[in-house]
């Protein structure tokens, strides 16, 4: 089985991590999962997450393949068009991204203008899909639960799971934005889990469970089936209550309003006013 290069760079701010994946033979590679930094307070970007990114690509000689989006991220921004801009490539995600749209283009009542067809991405990915980067072959999951357009992105014996799972002793993702369902979600690591034990699992965020010093992002299916705190020992219907229960003590992520608006659109802003001028919705009562 071909095993990728991969590189995460952890964004403290957001707990996320990118990954850039890398063709061992040659100089192709992916990005996935990307960050836009955003200071809420002040309604700024930055682009130094990003620029670790491109500074990496550009150190290593690399050649940008894609620029992939497990799912629309509710708390980050990402910054495709940004690296798509200075390293080129196309913006894949999953074709249920129209689903994220016409739910969300009706809470920030974005008007006919906006496009619902996913037609913001140069690729709308289906389960099973195959892509390439350079010489190594990779196919998608469609693992909903989390949103109804999660992915699972797997090249060689590398996955790359987004939100479904986290590190064995987190987890798994909360289910209860709108699309969500722990049903879904178990079902969808079941699949995950069905990859063989060595397949090296690679998770979107961390937040140092208690008892852990260091934020981590790289596991295994072995792990997972035996040490995952939510799923080891626990029946689907045992699975889908804690699940259920946990979500409804959570608070929503403190970027959730600026990244829904701003993912749904590959990264893109909304539409300036006649000055030239970007504005973001707050949604009262809406989510």
Request: aromatic share 10%.
């Amino acid at each position: 089985m071909q095993a990728p290069d991969v590189n995460g760079f952890f964004d403290e701010a957001t707990n996320t991590v990118t990954f850039v994946v890398r063709d061992p033979s040659g100089k192709s590679c992916a990005i996935i999962d990307s960050v836009l930094d955003f200071d809420y307070s002040s309604g700024r970007t930055d682009t130094r997450s990003a620029d670790a990114v491109i500074a990496h690509v550009r150190a290593e000689g690399l050649t940008v393949d894609w620029i992939l989006e497990t799912h629309v991220h509710a708390d980050h921004l990402s910054a495709a068009p940004y690296l798509l801009e200075k390293l080129g490539g196309k913006i894949g995600i999953g074709e249920k991204i129209t689903v994220v749209q016409n739910t969300f283009g009706k809470v920030f009542n974005e008007g006919t203008e906006f496009q619902r067809d996913g037609s913001q991405f140069d690729q709308l990915f289906v389960d099973g899909d195959r892509f390439r980067i350079g010489g190594l072959e990779g196919y998608v999951m469609h693992t909903p639960g989390h949103t109804p357009a999660c992915l699972t992105y797997v090249v060689g014996d590398a996955a790359f799971v987004g939100d479904t799972l986290f590190m064995p002793d987190y987890g798994t993702a909360r289910c209860d934005f709108p699309g969500g369902s722990a049903e879904q979600l178990y079902q969808s690591i079941q699949r995950i889990l069905a990859l063989p034990d060595e397949t090296r699992i690679f998770v979107c965020h961390d937040y140092k469970a208690p008892g852990r010093d260091t934020f981590a992002w790289e596991t295994s299916v072995a792990e997972e089936k035996v040490r995952n705190v939510h799923l080891a020992g626990r029946t689907a219907e045992e699975f889908i209550a804690m699940r259920q229960a946990r979500d409804k003590t959570l608070s929503m992520p403190k970027l959730i309003i600026p990244s829904l608006q701003v993912n749904m659109r590959a990264g893109q802003m909304p539409p300036a006013d006649a000055d030239g001028k970007t504005f973001l919705k707050v949604p009262v009562n809406g989510l």
